[in-house]
């Protein structure tokens, strides 16, 4: 991927942990969740990338790349997210971290 980012670009990062003896239940909620999730966010200006991501070790990723620090926000009132997401995650034993948007400092 070779493309320059914003100066303003920031990276979002949502993390949670989880027992892995759940991994097939998350794993399912995570896919579950794209299906209303993917719609919501690709609606939001400033969007350049998102990843999502589960790991057999108890962990899940949520990581964003935004062109600024404003729209990288809209994510903490986006209802999709805050509301349904967080439950359907919390049901299926997911402990959610504080949310870190971080400015890019450099690229490869």
Same mark, same amino acid.
């Given at each position: 991927?070779?493309?320059? &980012?914003?100066? %303003?670009?920031? @990276?979002?990062?949502?993390?949670?942990?989880?027992?892995?003896?759940? &991994?097939?239940?998350?794993?399912?909620? /995570?896919?579950?969740?794209?299906?209303?999730?993917?719609?919501?966010?690709?609606?939001?200006?400033?969007?350049?990338?998102?990843? %999502?991501?589960?790991?057999?070790?108890?962990? &899940?990723?949520?990581?964003?790349? $935004?062109?600024?620090?404003?729209?990288?926000?809209?994510?903490? /009132?986006?209802?999709?997210?805050?509301?349904?997401?967080?439950? %359907?995650?919390?049901?299926?034993?997911?402990?959610?971290?504080?949310?870190?948007?971080? %400015?890019?400092? $450099?690229? @490869?």
């Amino acid at each position: 991927m070779d493309f320059a &980012l914003p100066p %303003a670009a920031v @990276i979002r990062v949502s993390r949670g942990t989880f027992d892995p003896a759940r &991994l097939d239940e998350v794993e399912r909620m /995570s896919q579950e969740t794209a299906k209303y999730l993917v719609p919501a966010i690709n609606k939001l200006p400033g969007l350049i990338k998102y990843f %999502a991501a589960v790991s057999p070790a108890g962990s &899940l990723v949520h990581v964003s790349i $935004w062109d600024s620090d404003a729209h990288a926000e809209q994510m903490g /009132s986006l209802k999709e997210m805050i509301v349904d997401a967080r439950k %359907a995650g919390e049901a299926a034993g997911v402990q959610f971290h504080p949310i870190i948007n971080h %400015a890019v400092s $450099w690229t @490869i």
